[in-house]
């Protein structure tokens, strides 16, 4: 079965950037859309297509992908950006979609 | 700008069917996929299925054949059916708009809230 690897866990002090991995095997091969759900919340989608912001989406959200990690990346990380955050493919084929666990994002 | 609403009974008992709305406003239910997502209390996102007016539904193969999907225009909603629940479905169930593989789930629902207890 297919798998998106995230840490459980991340913690990054205020105004530096953090580097959230999502990882799988030839994951450069697929695009990967990122979610951030902050408690009691829906979901909203931050990234999709590896490295494109909705509207209304910071440009202090970014996100690249290669070889077998797709990263959502978080400069200038503020005290609202404190959330679980989640990546996600379509695996083809399988016809299928496929969600991280998800990692808990903790600004100190 | 879309909006989705859930709508369906809070509380299912096991062996029942759990059986939910989605309400689409300010877009075209025929133009697009939808697919619906849970997540059991304290635990992550689970993709349940997807539907469109145009192509077959799809579901996640870990739910077996227990889940059905459909879509009524004239109402502009869909609807989503899982058989036999027993307690490990319960969750939050959101339904989204699903743009496809390369856009994503770009529209979600407040998400409600379905239990499964006698």
């Known amino acids: 079965s297919f798998v998106l690897t995230q840490p459980p866990s991340l913690s990054v002090a205020p105004g530096k950037t953090a580097r959230i991995p999502c990882g799988a095997d030839?994951?450069?091969?697929?695009?990967v859309h990122w979610y951030q759900q902050k408690p009691g919340q829906a979901p909203i989608m931050v990234i999709y297509?590896?490295?494109h912001r909705p509207s209304g989406i910071p440009e202090r959200f970014s996100g690249s992908n290669s070889g077998n990690t797709a990263t959502l990346i978080i400069t200038g990380v503020e005290a609202g950006d404190e959330a679980d955050y989640y990546c996600?493919?379509?695996?083809?084929?399988?016809?299928?979609?496929?969600f991280g666990g998800g990692t808990r994002l903790t600004v100190l | 700008q879309v909006q989705l609403q859930e709508s369906g009974p809070g509380l299912v008992k096991p062996s029942e069917t759990l059986s939910l709305t989605c309400t689409v406003s300010?877009?075209?239910?025929?133009?697009?996929?939808w697919s619906w997502v849970r997540q059991p209390p304290g635990k992550g996102l689970e993709w349940v299925g997807s539907?469109?007016?145009?192509?077959?539904?799809k579901s996640n193969p870990s739910l077996k054949s227990r889940v059905s999907m459909s879509i009524d225009t004239t109402e502009k909603r869909f609807s989503l059916n899982l058989t036999s629940v027993t307690a490990a479905d319960t969750a939050v169930y959101y339904c989204?708009?699903?743009?496809?593989?390369?856009?994503?789930?770009?529209?979600w629902g407040r998400g409600t809230l379905v239990t499964v207890s006698s």
């Open positions: 989204v708009r699903d743009q496809g593989s390369v856009y994503g789930f770009d529209s």
């Open positions: 300010g877009d075209s239910i025929n133009s697009n996929s």
């Open positions: 539907l469109s007016y145009s192509t077959t539904t």
């Open positions: 030839n994951i450069e091969s697929d695009s």
């Open positions: 297509y590896d490295s």
């Open positions: 996600q493919v379509w695996v083809i084929g399988a016809d299928l979609w496929v």
